[in-house]
């Protein structure tokens, strides 16, 4: 499988997990959280519920999309003890430098206003969720997390970079 047509595939799921009616949060969480935890867990994707909208549907915090993807950056970097994170904190200052290049801002509200609203726009956050997840994949795989194909790398005795069927 190539590297375009995965790219391209997770960007689809992610945004026809938001059709279904997920968050825009949750469906980055729940598209690319399989290929970076073991074993992974859909209960997982309760932890991105509260951020919709901005946070509880106020549309004035950080856009869920981009919350989506610092969980599966921590899912698959983060810590289970106090050792460094200085690998975790510049892969989301990086994918958050990424996200303002795209869109301008991370407040939801924002971009809501800017993109999503605008005549002509799309009247809905699915694509911008479809290219937050593109965005974040890349990042996976420059930073090798996970292969580009997709397949395992069992990177570590934790599972992390695992490739996950996730249809």
């Known amino acids: 499988?190539?590297?375009?047509?995965?790219r391209d595939l997770i960007a689809s799921e992610a945004e026809a997990r938001m059709r279904q009616g997920f968050h825009c949060?949750?469906?980055v969480l729940m598209t690319l959280g399989p290929y970076v935890t073991q074993p992974w867990n859909p209960a997982c994707i309760r932890l991105a519920t509260g951020f919709v909208a901005g946070m509880g549907g106020t549309r004035q915090d950080v856009c869920g999309a981009l919350v989506g993807s610092v969980?599966?950056?921590?899912?698959?970097?983060g810590r289970n003890t106090v050792a460094d994170d200085?690998?975790?904190?510049?892969l989301v200052a990086r994918c958050r430098d990424r996200f303002l290049d795209a869109f301008g801002t991370t407040q939801c509200g924002q971009i809501r206003e800017a993109i999503i609203e605008i005549d002509?726009?799309?009247g809905t956050c699915a694509p911008?969720?479809?290219?937050?997840a593109g965005m974040l994949w890349d990042q996976l795989v420059?930073?090798?997390l996970v292969m580009q194909?997709?397949?395992?790398l069992g990177v570590d005795e934790l599972g992390r970079g695992q490739q996950y069927d996730i249809t």
């Open 1 to 6: 499988m190539s590297y375009e047509y995965l």
């Open 25 to 27: 949060s949750e469906a």
């Open 71 to 77: 969980m599966v950056l921590g899912a698959a970097a």
């Open 86 to 90: 200085g690998r975790l904190r510049r």
């Open 120 to 122: 002509g726009g799309p």
């Open 128 to 132: 911008l969720a479809g290219q937050v």
């Open 142 to 144: 420059e930073a090798g």
């Open 149 to 152: 194909d997709g397949t395992d």
